[in-house]
């Protein structure tokens, strides 16, 4: 919103003039990280996730283009062999001193059938690419998560989601995949065939095999309008349920410090295209930064300038194809932790956090972001046979975040969250055994197709056992 991003700075700037000291100490808090090392001791190259979080140095790295490639190099490659997709995850997920193994030449639509609106397609496909190549035969997904840079592979291996009453995350509409083990066998699965893998592997983490196909029940394509609205955040929480119930798609961002949020709606219409216009939400959260730069030890007038700064914004309208609209850019890098609480819990779960960072964490300025997931039957998965509310918070990429672990994590945890996999959590195979009714059952079938453990790096050892 143009609009509103002039106010904030405009805002801040007027001020800005009478404490430059603290600005001037941002400026300094504000530099980037160091860079790591392009090579190691032994000339290995660094392999550094999206946030810069995580890193690695891998004595291999392969792109096969075919099953047989890639079941030659799982059976022969050194271990730990850890696939790779958009490197968005913010957990260890990846990191290996042994190979790591891109799907990037694994990509595209195989076939499909019009009547039964399915498309098979190569696991490596980034859903950037997925959205035109399905449109082109009359098919849309019917959810999609905020981001589309991912892999289809790394989507449903962490299980990520979009938001929406009674739509599952990605995997939920996923009715077989073939995967191939660490021993080199290429299997394919479904409810039907090999049952107990296909409820296993939907979400994997990447440590039953690799997925290299993968089967989506699709719907038509649907035009849909997209309407973003700034919304007194207290009215919102009250109103929440009714609103998500309301609306096909709903989810909305809490602005710390602010008093509002943007609640954004998607929603089936027949009225005339117009299209998105170029991105603002970059520059929105930047000038939110601004704001927190100068008044960062005054959250009281923070809060009263950025509340009236942010009255009356008109709101933003774009009628288009869903696919197009319901992903956004995010070029601001950021550390997320994302949990996925009973949907009964998502509202006072939310509010205790808002207090929480308003009271001891003057420093956020990123918004916390809500949304809804209906229940699959995937074993790993965090909506396992039960409706979630997500709640996930940010940090800006050059800034601390342990203030997550230390005033939201116990609140997550508490209201009996579940957390994404691929974002920031301190669980450990104990916790999550207690959390996942079939996680035993899938850690079994896990076993059982990599005894040696040639998929397990650190992270995920803490996470099976």
């Known amino acids: ?44 190259m660094v392999w550094q996730n999206w946030s810069g979080l995580e890193h690695s140095y891998p004595a291999l790295r392969a792109a096969p283009a075919s099953d047989a490639e890639l079941a030659e190099l799982l059976r022969t490659a050194p271990a730990p062999i850890r696939p790779v997709g958009a490197g968005h995850s913010f957990t260890a997920l990846v990191p290996t001193e042994g190979t790591l193994l891109s799907l990037d030449r694994m990509t595209g639509l195989v076939s499909h059938e019009a009547g039964a609106m399915t498309a098979t397609v190569r696991a490596g496909t980034r859903l950037s690419a997925l959205g035109p190549a399905l449109a082109a035969i009359g098919q849309e997904m019917p959810n999609l998560p905020d981001i589309n840079k991912q892999t289809m592979a790394g989507a449903m291996a962490t299980a990520t ?69 700034l919304v007194d955040t207290d009215a919102l929480l009250r109103d929440w349920p009714a609103l998500a119930a309301r609306h096909r798609n709903a989810e909305f961002l809490v602005l710390p410090f602010t008093g509002k949020s943007a609640l954004i709606t998607h929603d089936v219409t027949d009225e005339p295209v117009r299209p998105r216009g170029p991105d603002q939400d970059a520059d929105t959260l930047m000038s939110l930064k601004t704001l927190r730069d100068v008044f960062e030890f005054t959250p009281g007038l923070r809060k009263q300038l950025a509340s009236a700064a942010l009255e009356d914004i008109p709101p933003e309208i774009a009628i288009d194809e869903g696919w197009k609209l319901l992903s956004n850019e995010r070029p601001v890098r950021f550390k997320e932790m994302e949990y996925h609480v009973p949907i009964d819990q998502q509202v ?54 342990d203030w997550m672990a230390r005033l939201v994590e116990p609140v997550l945890r508490e209201a009996g969250g579940r957390p994404h996999w691929g974002k920031l959590h301190s669980l450990s195979a104990k916790e999550l055994t207690a959390l996942y009714p079939r996680f035993a059952e899938a850690n079994a079938v896990r076993r059982s197709l990599d005894p040696q453990g040639r998929m397990m790096n650190p992270f995920l050892q803490k996470i099976f056992g």
């Open 1 to 44: 919103m143009t609009t509103r991003r002039k106010v904030l700075l405009g805002g801040a700037g007027v001020l800005a003039l009478g404490v430059g000291g603290l600005a001037g100490r941002r400026l300094w808090l504000d530099r980037e990280p160091a860079a790591l090392p392009a090579t190691d001791a032994q000339g290995r």
């Open 161 to 229: 989601h979009g938001t929406g009453k009674g739509l599952t995350a990605l995997h939920g509409e996923v009715t077989a995949l073939k995967l191939v083990t660490p021993a080199g066998e290429v299997i394919e699965c479904s409810r039907d065939s090999r049952p107990e893998l296909f409820h296993s592997a939907r979400v994997g983490l990447g440590a039953f095999g690799v997925l290299t196909e993968v089967t989506l029940a699709n719907k038509p394509i649907t035009r849909v309008r997209k309407e973003v609205r």
């Open 348 to 401: 006072g779960a939310l509010k205790e956090i808002i207090a929480r960072i308003e009271r001891d964490a003057t420093d956020v300025f990123f918004p916390i972001e809500a949304r809804i997931i209906a229940p699959d039957d995937a074993w790993l998965s965090p909506f396992y046979q039960r409706e979630s509310g997500s709640i996930a918070v940010h940090a800006y990429y050059k800034e601390a975040h």
